[in-house]
Structures are given as C-alpha cells and as structure tokens.
C-alpha cells in the first residue's frame, strides 16, 4: 500500500467512533488504497486528534518512540494489523458475508490484551476500566480503539455503518443523522465532487 505523508486535520476524523477513525487512517480501500499513517509521528498526530491520546500522553508517547523506535515500529505495525482485521470485519458485517477466521483471531488477540492491561474500578460512583501502570503509553491507542470496537460492533449502531461511495474514498462512518440519510464521509468533499460530476455529466 503506497505510504501517504498526511497532515492531519479536524475535518479528517468523520467516522464518529475511534474503530472508524481507525479504518478511516487508508483511504480508497476499495480501489486504490493509501495509507496516511506513514510513520509514528503520524500516527501520534492521528491518535491525539482522535482523543486516543491526551497531549500528556502524546508527548510521552513520542518520548518513548524515540527511545526505543524499533519497538514503537513494532507497535505501529500491530496497530495497522488491527486496522485492517477491523476494516475486513466491517466489510463481512456491512455485506452479510461470513468473516474471516484470520481477521477474528487477530481481534481477539488485541481482546485479550486489554483485558488483562487494566482493572474495573468505581469512579464517579459507576464502574469503569483503568489500565494498569505498566501499559505502554504507545500500546493505549490501539487498546482504545479495541475497546470501542468491542461496543460498536456488538450492539444495534452496527447497522448504521455506512461507507462513503465517494471515488477512491471507502471512508467508514457511523450515520447519527435522524432519518438515516447521510451519504458521504463529508458532503463539502466526497458529497461535492460528486455533485459537480453530475453536474457536468448532464450539461455536456
Ligand atoms: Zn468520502
């Protein structure tokens, strides 16, 4: 997959839930993808903007990625691994179609990690989940991403994953829209190339 140097911006994160943001890091899945996450500082930018990382985490995050760079490659190349098992996973649901035993175990691995990275605690009088101390700080993102995978996709709001039909686009997204009725990933991108297609097709 062709490696993308992209600056990451607001407008970019559309998924409405960090398992989609996650998919949405390559764009034309279905056609010509590019990957957007190059490299670690890339991936920091995306995970903070995201809210998978505060700043104190993103800077200690980059920190330790310095220290160490070929573990946080390392941790980079699981993350895209989860990228994609999830990517495929969203595809079989969306289309009925049976998921794939590699793309599950690669699921459950990264279940199996965050359940034994943390602990349920009460906190605001209600039960929540901390991760232990000795997590690292570069894993937290793709442990977050797991957790609301896990949630998004087994209840209802699954069925409201829509992808983008945009050209070269494949964006995932949670459509919250009232009546169910939004169709691009962004109508001021995917929604007006399209417009302007049409436009052109029927005044030519
Ligand atoms: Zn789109």
């Not at 104190?56 to 390392?74: H, I, S």
């Not at 101390?133 to 957790?147: F, G, K, N, Q, Y």
Request: hydrophobic residues 40%; aromatic residues 6%; proline residues 5%.
């Amino acid at each position: 997959m062709r490696l993308v140097n992209h600056r990451w911006i607001p407008r970019d994160i559309v998924g409405g839930n960090s398992t989609l943001d996650l998919v949405n890091t390559v764009s034309g899945w279905n056609r010509d993808p590019e990957d957007w996450v190059p490299d670690i500082a890339s991936f920091l930018d995306w995970a903070h903007m995201c809210h998978l990382l505060d700043t104190r985490e993103k800077n200690e995050a980059a920190r330790r990625a310095d220290a160490a760079p070929v573990a946080a490659d390392r941790v980079l190349a699981s993350l895209k691994e989860l990228r994609f098992a999830l990517w495929a996973l969203i595809d079989s649901l969306e289309h009925r179609k049976p998921a794939k035993p590699g793309d599950l175990s690669v699921i459950n691995e990264w279940a199996r990690r965050l359940t034994l990275s943390g602990q349920v605690i009460v906190n605001s009088n209600k039960l929540d989940f901390a991760f232990n101390r000795d997590i690292s700080v570069l894993e937290l993102p793709a442990l977050r991403v797991t957790a609301a995978a896990l949630s998004l996709l087994k209840n209802p709001p699954a069925v409201r994953i829509k992808t983008c039909p945009g050209q070269n686009c494949g964006w995932k997204f949670l459509d919250q829209s009232k009546n169910k009725s939004r169709r691009w990933c962004d109508m001021s991108v995917c929604g007006n190339v399209a417009k302007a297609r049409k436009y052109r097709a029927r005044n030519s």
